[in-house]
């Protein structure tokens, strides 16, 4: 999915964060935003996620604006892991399937396994509590329940800069 943004503008609290931004996010691309801290990078991946609504300006998303599509359609497209991992409460498992069973979409536990293989976490974190986990483990299940929906458009938040 090729996601473009035109004059967007994103106010937080009054503040313009994102001022007349004209983008193009190339679909089967790495696209990697850089900026200084507090510069409105989470502020943009939100808003192209859905997750915020722009102020003014248009997102296009493989060419149809954000304001002829539904947001919940929108979010079940794009893949979030956010600077913070946020687990639930309630198991890995848990923490996995919820997302799935919101839009009644069956992935069989072959697949949740194989996803878990892929960013080295054990099946046996399957029953683990997410308070258990290291960070660094919490973020990794992150990852796998963003990759299970099977998104179009996978996003990774920021990071720090080392
Ligand atoms: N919920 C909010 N309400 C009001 N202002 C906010 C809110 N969230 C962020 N801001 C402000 O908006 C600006 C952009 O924040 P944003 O989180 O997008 O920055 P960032 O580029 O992702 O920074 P970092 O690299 O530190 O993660 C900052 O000045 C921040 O203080
Ligand atoms: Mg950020």
Redesign the pocket.
């Known amino acids: 999915m090729e996601i473009k943004c035109d004059r967007l503008r994103?106010n937080?609290?009054g503040?313009a964060?994102?001022n007349e931004l004209s983008a193009a996010f190339p679909s089967r691309a790495v696209n990697i935003?850089i900026?200084?801290?507090?510069?409105?990078?989470?502020?943009?991946?939100?808003t192209i996620a859905a997750l915020n609504d722009p102020t003014d300006g248009t997102i296009y998303y493989d060419s149809k604006p954000h304001c002829e599509l539904q947001s919940r359609f929108i979010r079940s497209k794009i893949g979030m892991i956010f600077?913070r991992p946020t687990l639930f409460e309630g198991t890995v498992y848990n923490n996995l399937t919820f997302g799935l069973e919101q839009q009644n979409m069956r992935i069989d536990d072959k697949e949740i396994e194989l996803t878990l293989k892929r960013v080295g976490i054990p099946t046996s974190y399957l029953s683990k509590k997410g308070n258990e986990l290291s960070i660094g483990e919490q973020q990794r299940i992150c990852i796998v329940r963003s990759l299970l929906p099977r998104p179009i458009y996978f996003s990774l938040?920021?990071r720090?800069q080392p």
């Open positions: 994103i937080y609290g503040n964060v994102i935003v900026g200084s801290s507090g510069s409105g990078k989470s502020a943009l991946l939100r600077q938040t920021n720090p």
